[in-house]
């Protein structure tokens, strides 16, 4: 196509994918806010799934004895964990409690720049998870901070954990698939462009 000219008239893009080529290009405020109500749905499935699932452990496992789930790899005995996973820092559970409310801070902050689904729903699964373990913290005995996580998944004896500990190891895996695709928070690749992830 020419001008009156002669000049070859080059297409101009419509602004949207203009927009979605360039490297500064933040999501827009409604793609923020639909990513933002995933996050939230994903993080109250994770949260109710491990405060009911302990729930019915308490309930069900208070005797203390062990309960063979699928062969001998996986059984069920209640613990309480004054630690993190592996129950590791058992002796810190002070440092645990805060080390928790720095990660739920961490995602909030990062979530305001939310432009994947993926990490909508990997930061999702941290964030209910966090605030599981975070919640015995305060509600289960001794209280004050420094209360023991209820766990009652064993997986051979290597060690026990709990549902939260299965939504924070898949969240792992979605950001370690995420870094190595060179997916940033925003959905852009790591080299600027912008690449449309749900």
Do not use: C
Not at 43 to 71: F, H, M, P, T
Not at 73 to 92: E, R
Not at 132 to 140: A, H, P, Y
Request: charged share 15%.
């Amino acid at each position: 196509m020419q001008n009156e000219t002669g000049t070859p008239l080059t297409p101009t893009p419509p602004p949207e994918a203009a927009d979605d080529a360039s490297p500064d290009r933040q999501p827009d405020a409604p793609r923020r806010h639909r990513l933002f109500g995933l996050l939230v749905v994903i993080a109250v499935l994770a949260y109710a799934s491990d405060q009911v699932s302990k729930a019915i452990a308490l309930d069900r496992l208070g005797d203390g004895q062990s309960r063979s789930l699928i062969g001998d790899v996986i059984s069920l005995k209640l613990i309480g964990n004054p630690g993190a996973a592996l129950s590791l820092g058992a002796g810190n559970t002070w440092v645990m409690t805060i080390i928790a409310a720095v990660v739920l801070v961490a995602i909030a902050f990062v979530a305001k720049g939310l432009g994947s689904r993926t990490w909508a729903v990997a930061l999702g699964a941290l964030l209910g998870s966090a605030l599981g373990n975070l919640t015995d913290r305060f509600v289960r005995p001794p209280g004050g901070g420094q209360g023991h996580v209820v766990d009652f998944i064993d997986y051979n004896g290597w060690f026990i954990g709990n549902v939260a500990d299965i939504w924070i190891v898949a969240a792992a895996i979605l950001i370690v698939l995420l870094a190595l695709l060179g997916i940033g928070v925003d959905g852009r690749r790591d080299h600027g462009t912008r690449r449309r992830d749900g």
